[in-house]
């Protein structure tokens, strides 16, 4: 029998015009044409200043991500890869079905596990189905204790918890024991992209509380491979999903020294200054992540030190979104004002920081970033009576930039 669904039809328009494959971080010109970010960083490197597609002279080198075909690229995407499923006649089992292969996860059958990642993905009613059956969480659970497993394997029952991850509320601590921890950890090392997402979604929902947030941050090694996922060539969606869960776990002083000291400030530096890099989802929660560590005295100081950063910071007020300007001036507030840091405030007002709080405070602000704008005019020497006669009068006669 002739297998058509194997024959893929790529539209055009997901296919980057220079390298004509598809697009996995579309980005788009001042032209409005949209290639692959790789591909068109490439041709910008190698001194050009045209667009490739219609040979105008552009008028700036700057891109900004195409979030709309980025998303259709991975629906196509996921359409694609489910039509690859069924063309490997991998067939639903029913639940009598799903009863027998649960018992031949025991002798550990990767094909069961196979089957019934297929049956978990079809519904939510076989999701809730495998949470009821007596032993088959226990059975996942031997699987996750056990490192050695073949990396395909481990992905296949990373998949299963990832799927069923609101199901199992109440029976996640064996997922903490150490064994666990290690296998979640092996696959962030060598494990696809879409197991080591699944994997990062799977231990935020573990730091319920501040003993598992710490045993997350106290596994050797763990808090390093998060760190390594907010890497800028990463898939964005990993990205996402690691700040998501260094975000959760971050909450008691003893986890926030921990992140800082593997290295997370510099790679969130990285993110915060590559303009076209990062999603508006990114920026906040790479904000947010820098607030939680910027409150305590470690975090710091450590910004406190770096011009750069605080100057991204800087750019990012009034720029994003209303989110991502009260993670801003919540980090900034904490620094130069709470923690008096003046090399930072030295920093930040060579950035121009004093004119973002000018417009800031003139804007439809919350009453919150009015208040901490207001305590950073102070400290940046707005206290002076030009600077107090626009606050006052709310006058709007000083122009964005």
Known sequence: MPRHDLYITVPNLFRCPISLDVMTSPMSLCTGVTYDRTSIQRWLDSGNNTCPATMQVLQTKDFVPNRNLQRLIQIWSNSVACRQLHAESVVVPSQDQVKILVKQLDNGCISALT??????????????????????????YDFMRNAEADIKLIEQVV????????KYLDKKKPLLESNCLSTIHLVLQIGSSDSKIQSVRLLESLAVDGESKLKIAE????????????????????????????????????????????????????????PNMTTVSMIEKSLKLLETLSSCKEGSVEIRHDSILLQAIVQRVLKVS?????????????????????????????????????????????PAVRQMSADLLKIFGGNSKPCLSSYDTKTTHIMPF
Request: net charge neutral; charged share 25%; with cysteine.
């Open 115 to 140: 089957k019934i990642v297929c049956f978990a993905r079809e519904s939510e009613e076989n999701r809730e189905f495998l949470a009821r059956m007596d032993g088959f969480l226990n059975a996942v």
């Open 159 to 166: 998949q299963i918890l990832d799927l069923m991850i609101n």
């Open 219 to 274: 596994k050797e090694g763990l808090l390093v491979e998060l760190v390594k996922s907010l890497t800028k060539d990463n898939d964005p969606r990993l990205i996402e999903a690691s700040l998501s869960c260094l975000i959760a776990i971050a909450t008691r002083k003893r986890v926030k020294t921990k992140v800082i000291q593997s290295g997370t400030i510099p790679e969130l530096k990285i993110l915060l200054s590559e």
């Open 322 to 366: 209303s989110k991502a300007t009260e993670h801003a001036v919540t980090i900034l507030w904490m620094v130069c004002y709470l923690f008096r840091e003046e090399e930072a405030v030295e920093a930040v007002v060579s950035g121009n920081g004093m004119t973002k709080i000018l417009l800031l405070i003139q804007s439809n602000c919350s």
